[in-house]
């Protein structure tokens, strides 16, 4: 069996690669996945921490991870209505170039 | 570590570099789907059947295709001929290292790595998860709801504003002209422009 460590070292691969795309790339879409990725690897640590725990019965990081998905995928919804509408105001989605609040 | 953990892990994290680094987008969310299919399997793995098959459903399902809708409507699909990295990429990078960097020594540290898992795997079957949806998290459930609601309703109308407002604009312009602007109706502008 994988000890807990292993777990939380993939976990922090993921979250530091998503941190480095996000923090890296040009394009706002590529930037929407990192944060994606980064939530992935929260949630691997949750279903990581439940299946260690002494209490595994109360199902609480199940239950966690569940609503976590629910409010990523409305983030992943709002965000992607953003980036198209930066699109259709900037018509390009390098977030260098977006730099005003004001269009 | 076992071997099948070992291939999903390396799976998953040349899936995620491969997300982040590609120039194409579309290749970038098609391996950003093979990466949530992997973490899916480290669900199942953590014998977490349930969490694993939501993901697969709502990031594989629902995400990734939502990522390539909104690739095809920006015109991101033919790669940049410029570098795809920002211009402040090196400050990306030193804070990546150093969230790393601090994630691993707090890992090292703790004391909850030396924990071994309990020999009988933990039950999460469906029928106990919806009888704790129903009684102790029925709040956070209903919230949940709400939320979803909330977030789609508001990502149509972002996407949709800016088109219907000019459209507006143009139709009450268009209604404006025609009063406002009666010359144009009883002189037509001649070439030499001695209306001017």
Redesign the interface.
Known sequence: ??????????S????????????????A??V???I??ML?AA??NF??????SEH??A?TG??F???S??????????G??????I???YKT?N??EVNLLKG | ??PP?AVI?VL??AA??A??TLRN?VH??LA?AV??IG?AA??L????Q??GL??IL??VG??AI??V???L??R?GEA?EK?????S?I???L???A??AT??WA??HSF??E????VTA???NVQ??GQ??MTR?VL?LEV?GL??TA??V???I??M???SVKAKIEDGRSKMDEPANPSSILHPPSSRGGQR
């Open positions: 069996m994988t000890p807990l460590a292993g777990y939380l070292i993939l922090a691969m993921l979250f530091a690669i998503g941190l480095a795309g996000a923090l890296t790339r040009r394009n879409i590529i929407l996945i990192g994606e990725l992935n949630n691997l279903i990581a921490f439940w299946r260690f595994p019965e199902l199940i239950l991870v569940i609503f998905i629910g409010v990523a995928a409305a983030e992943a919804a709002v992607l209505a953003l980036i198209i509408s699109y259709r105001h989605t977030v260098d | 570590m076992t953990f892990a998953t994290i995620a570099v997300a982040m987008l970038s969310a950003i990466a949530f973490l480290t669900y793995q953590l014998n977490a349930f969490v939501t993901q709502v990031y629902a995400v939502l990522i809708f909104a690739i409507l920006t991101g940049p570098s795809v990295f920002s211009l990429w400050w990306g990078v804070v990546t290292l969230v790393f994630l691993v890992i090292k909850v790595v924990r071994e898992t309990s933990p039950e999460a106990q998860i704790a949806l998290f956070p949940i939320l979803l977030a789609l508001g990502a149509v972002i996407a504003k800016e088109e």
